[in-house]
């Protein structure tokens, strides 16, 4: 489990480093990275959750870890999603407002200076976008880096009690 989840705090790391100048090949290397983590640590968290699980428990087990890992995912990416907007909304304002000075001379050229002006304000959504990927790379890293110390409370997994003898 430790491993997996070093994994993943890798691969986030090497997200922290992306860049619109780059080809596919470092998005490539930390998505297996995080990949094989998430595998590591999602299978060794499923085995200590069923370690103790009477073997009769199993599908209600398997219903309620699935359920809690499907909502918690899904409430995670809408977390990450409503960070990404705000973040990429105030970095669009970041870096328009340097381009104050030119203001005036857009509006001399008239509607001359509308189709650069959009593609200007294009160029800026995408680099306030890319600022605001790599901020939420590192809010998940750091979130990794967090939970990571909970793997130390984790028991080793021990044979469950049978329904039967633990109601005598």
Known sequence: MIGGLALVAYANWRMLGYSPAMDWRPVLTAGVLQGAGLAMSISALTKTAFGT????LHPEGGAIFNLSRLYGSTIGIAVVQIFFYGNTQAMHLALAKNLAPYHAAAHLAGPLAKPGLARLNDMITGQAGV???????????FAILIVSPLVLFLRKPRPALKLAEATK
């Open 53 to 56: 699980l009477d073997e009769k």
């Open 131 to 141: 600022v605001a990927i790599i901020g939420q790379f590192k809010i998940l890293l």
